[in-house]
DNA sequence: AGTGCGACCCGAACGC
DNA sequence: TGCGTTCGGGTCGCAC
């Protein structure tokens, strides 16, 4: 499940594979996930190279001479650079080969990741792209713009974490462990969060978020990011997926219960 | 406008 | 053991 963390990770580790490499030649199995035009999306791609790696969100933001190509991994989605003789795993449904016979892999087993190929003037308009809130760490996400944010919002605060225009790039498992930070239930409707809480979802998500980077992500069920880097954020955790589990704070067992269809993971006790 | 929910997928976990 | 069923997870689009 990547969120921001794992996905930073992928950028990283890909800017270091494959930057201005020249592409050769790209094969789709699976056209779904294109989103673009799936006649010309090869033929755009065949001769140009990456020249950098953004991110916005948990987009994937691979720029090339004349074009970005957004990427998202949703829950399962990896890439990994392999020689170009090793053959097509079942789940690789985008292969692009590079002229160093190397090739770039797009895994995935859910198959519900996308890419989007589009003109670098059209970035401005992609509502994917446009939409996404404020991100952990950036200085206007302050106290005042989630009270603003939250002011008429009556779902609770939970569902509302996880809305990518609001905070960009939090997921499920960092918002179990935001909220867990921040001491706040995650069924409390959004509009009655206070400052200080407020205060504690701005310094916990960028501590939390700062500091899943810097351990590459998280590894949940079988997530790695390119070239098998692990994640090691799990062994952070403090809620999620730990239901039964004794709270790190007080020791209560830790609840799991569906908010809005998604498994949220807190300590009743803390998290009042 | 805000909210709720199904669709998209398929491996894993679960139930019998 | 082996089969069938359910679940999960981010985002979009549609219905209310």
Redesign the pocket.
Known sequence: ???IAEVETVRNTLKKQILNKKIQDVTVF?Q??IESDINTFARDLIGKSFIDIKRR???LIFELEDKYLLS?L???GKFFLKPKEEPKE??EHVIITFTDNTTLRYHD????G?MNLINKEDLATT??IV?QGLEPGDKNLTNSYLLAKFK????PIK??L???TII??L???Y?NEVLFYAKINPLKE??KVTQKECELIVEGSDKIIKEAIKMGGTT???YTSSLGVTGLFQQKLKVH?KAGEPCSVCGSPIKNI?I????SYYCENCQK
Not at 260 to 263: E, I, L, N, Q
Request: overall charge positive; cysteine-free; glycine content about 10%.
């Open positions: 499940m990547p969120e699976y779904p996930m969100g948990k987009w998202h949703r829950m399962e079942k789940h087993t859910r198959k519900f996308r509502a994917s939409k008429n919002k009556k779902l569902t509302v996880l809305d990518q960009s790039g997921g499920n498992i918002v959004a509009s949940i069920k079988s997926k569906k809005g269809g998604r498994s």
